[in-house]
C-alpha cells in the first residue's frame, strides 16, 4: 500500500483491501465484545503497531468515524494508556453523577421531612404557649382563693360581732356613709 515500487493501481487495491481488513476487525469487535446488557457498550480495538495507527488517523478518517459509528475505540501503542485513563475518568464521572442524584434526591426527600417537622413544632410551641397562659390565669386564681381562705381563717369573731352591732345601729339610727366595712 505504501510501497511506491509498486503501481498506482496496485497500491489502490492494497489500500482498499486495508480499509476493508480494518472494517472487518470494527466489525468483528463490535458484533462480538459489545452485547447489550451483558458487556460495556463500548469497545477498543488496539494495534500493535503505531504505523497503523498513524496511517488511519493521517489518511484514513472514513475509518475513525465508522469504527465509532460502531462503538469501538482505535488505539494504539501510544494512545492506549490515555484511552483507558479516559474511559475510567468518564466511568468514575458517571458513578459520582449517580451518587449526586441519590444524594439530591435524598436532601429534597430530607426537606419535606424538615418542613413537616417545623410545621409540628409550630403547632406545638403555640400549644404550650396556650397551656402556659391558662396555667396563668390558673395560678392567678388559685392566689386569690387561697387569699379568701386566709381572710376567712383570720376572721375576729368579736370584731364581727361589733361590726355587726354598728350596722345595727346605723339602720336604726340615720344612715351614714357605708364605709363602716371598708
Known amino acids: 500500500m505504501v510501497d511506491k515500487n509498486r ?28 452485547i447489550p446488557g451483558e458487556t460495556s457498550d463500548e469497545a477498543i480495538m488496539f494495534l500493535p503497531a503505531e504505523a497503523l495507527f498513524a496511517e488511519i488517523n493521517a489518511y484514513h478518517p472514513e475509518l475513525i468515524n465508522y469504527a465509532y459509528e460502531r462503538k469501538v475505540w482505535i488505539t494504539g501503542p501510544t494512545t492506549l494508556i490515555s484511552t483507558l485513563s479516559i474511559i475510567s475518568m468518564i466511568l468514575k464521572n458517571m458513578e459520582r453523577d449517580k451518587y449526586a442524584l441519590v444524594i439530591h434526591t435524598e436532601l429534597d426527600k430530607l426537606g419535606v421531612e ?12 403555640r400549644s404550650v404557649k396556650s397551656v402556659n397562659q391558662s396555667l396563668d390565669e390558673l395560678h392567678t386564681t388559685t392566689e386569690k382563693i387561697t387569699k379568701r381562705f386566709e381572710n376567712i381563717k383570720n376572721v375576729d369573731v368579736d370584731k364581727i360581732q361589733n361590726k ?8 336604726e339610727g340615720e344612715k351614714e356613709d357605708e364605709t363602716v366595712f371598708n
Not at 14 to 33: G, L, M, R, T
Not at 114 to 125: A, I, Q, V
Open 114 to 125: 424538615f418542613n413537616r417537622y417545623k410545621d409540628r413544632w409550630d403547632k406545638l410551641s
Open 164 to 171: 355587726k352591732e354598728d350596722i345595727t345601729y346605723l339602720e
Open 7 to 34: 503501481s498506482r493501481e496496485e497500491r489502490l487495491l492494497f489500500e482498499k483491501n486495508f480499509v476493508n481488513d480494518v472494517k472487518k476487525h470494527i466489525n468483528d469487535i463490535s458484533s462480538k465484545y459489545i
